[in-house]
Structures are given as C-alpha cells and as structure tokens.
C-alpha cells in the first residue's frame, strides 16, 4: 500500500529559509545557521563549491574516495576553527547516506509518483550496491559528529547564532 502524503518540497516557502545564496558566509559566517540535518548544504557557499565537487556515491568504491575527501575537508575546516565549514562537510557526509538510501530503496532514487498524487513508491526496488554506499558515507558522518570539538563548536555556534 502506498502512502498519499506529497513531498515537503511542494509547499516549501524561500522566503523563510534562513539560508541564502547571495550570501558568502565564510566573509558572513554570523549569518549561517545550523539547522537540522543537511539544511542549507545546496545553498552555502562558498563551502557548498569547494566540497560538493568530491560528493559522489554510484560505486563503493567511489564512495569510499568521496567520504574520505570530504572528511579531510571537515578535518581542514576543523584545524582553522571554521565551524560553518566543518558544519557543511558533516551535512555532506549526511547527504552522501541520505541520497545513497534513497537510491537504495527506490528505484532511479523517485520516492513519490508524481502522476499518482504523489504517493509514495514501493520501497525494495533500488539498487543494493548503493546500500553499501551509503554504510560507507554514514560511518565517516557519525566520525564527523564525534568529534568533540566540533560538538562543542557546534554548541556554542546554536547557543550564539542559531
């Protein structure tokens, strides 16, 4: 049975996102917030630039490159006590096993059908190589939000910004 609940993207609101393209918050880090999840990791710049070129997830192999060099990023970001970049790297690493189950659940990674209300699809149709993909991004991501510094870092920026 499918369910008949449409995609959030539907109704979503720009005006109300806090995050904003034409800002460049290494210049404006005051300005970024933490949000939950991935929030945002599309939009920052210029984090979203210089670490979205590495996230790919088709292969386990390719996943293990991508996760490793997004984690080095985090690891640079963290080493010049920048949080909005350390923050933008452990979402990319989130992303990296969100999207992998996406496609590991749905096939071609399509939750809803559009032509049908947007119901949801039949999940056990993706691919299981992208499973093993998304193991791969989840163990760096969970290493990022372990890192004690950045949790306290990540504390301290929800305390002061949001």
Known sequence: MTKQRKPSYLDFDNSQYPWKPDINYREHPESYRVGKGEQGVLICEPYKSEI?????????????????????????????????????????????????RRYANYKGGKKYDK????????????????????????????????????TQMKADWKKQYG
């Open 115 to 150: 032509e049908n209300g947007y119901a949801e699809l039949a999940r056990g149709t993706g691919e299981a190589e992208k499973a093993a993909s998304a193991a791969i991004f989840y163990e760096k991501w969970k290493l990022a939000e372990a890192d004690q510094q950045y």
């Open 52 to 100: 979205r070129k590495h996230w790919r997830f088709k292969t386990p192999e390719i996943a293990t490159h991508s996760s490793e060099v997004i984690f080095k990023c985090f690891q640079q970001y963290m080493s010049e006590k920048d949080f909005v970049g350390a923050d933008m790297a452990r979402k990319f690493l989130q992303m990296g096993y969100t999207r992998a």
